[in-house]
């Protein structure tokens, strides 16, 4: 495992360079990448079918900052002073320990000063210049796909809190026992948390733009399904606790060994027993070989993209790609959970976990929603 970019380049070429980019958050934004490419191939081409139109938009130009944009920009370049030459100076330890750095209060109090101060005067400075005229209303459009920075910047902030949130509904205790750390820490994050929350902000971020819902879903849709395969990588090279069950199964003679069952060595969340002759940070591995279930994910949904991809310009009725990737969803992380490690609920005497509950509803939701499109779709057209 490569819980950091640093174990795989001296694994790679034996060289050391310390970087403070785990692998995980190295996927999880090439991830996010990857939707955004997609999702503004798709809204280009929705907008050339019209089924999507560009919005004008009124906006003031050469207004003066108020005092409040001052304070504001004054506090940022403060937090980036702060914080920024702090890590410089030291380096070694925000390698060693780069999320407990940020989210510390450790910093360089002058600094943070210096750079603030410098940063509002430049800011002052630039807009003198300029000789700024009376302020006045300029007409811009803006065609959807000029959005999709946006987009993806609301989805990966809502999707990483609602990943946050929907895990420590589903381990209460470890919330209950260290609530700073379990709010705090960029580990333990839910998948469907992040999609639930994730899809809510951008369908409202898209009605306060004016871009019709239906396009706007279906040309997210391939791209969600990518991300989370994507994703998945990250969460297997990094070995960050989402494996599967023990598998003492016999392993098919095609399959590799490290496909059919893996002890996850060196994985980020140090988890399980010391490895012989191992000195450094993450230095355990399992005691037990496990279904590599993040690779198995990575390979379906990355097949299941193509396979929307390939689909979403066969298919006519806005809406109905979307409700497929409901349904591909869905029964794909159905059937993984019944080799997955996960918190399980106990409902009438049966032991369920989060995931299989909400996969049961995203499949149910995408029947409805083929159903509901299709019949919207017929009853337009009479």
Known sequence: MYPTLSDLLYDLFGVTIPLPIQSFGFMLAISFLL?????TLELKRKEQQGLLTPVIRKTLQGKKP????????FIVWFIIGFKLVY????YSSFVEDTQGVLLSAKGNILAGLAVAIAGVYSKYRSLKQKKQHEPK????????YQLTGNITMLAAVAGLIGAKIFHNLENLDELISDPVGSLLSFSGLTMYGGLICGTAAVLWYGNKNKISWKPLIDSAAPGLMLAYGTGRIGCHISGDGDWGIVNNLPKPAIIPDWAWAYNYPHNVINEGIPIPGCAGRHCMMLPEAVFPTPL???????????????LRKKIQIPGLLFSIYLIMNGVERFFIEKIRVNTQYHIFGHGITQAEIISVCLFIAGVAGIWYFRKTKSMIAT
């Open 137 to 144: 209303w300029v007409e811009e459009k803006i065609h959807p």
């Open 66 to 73: 108020s005092s409040t944009d001052y304070i504001f920009s």
């Open 35 to 39: 939707a955004a490419w997609t999702l």
């Open 296 to 310: 198995y994910e990575a390979i379906t949904c990355i097949v299941l993209f193509f396979i929307l991809w390939f």
């Open 87 to 90: 890590i410089i100076l030291n």
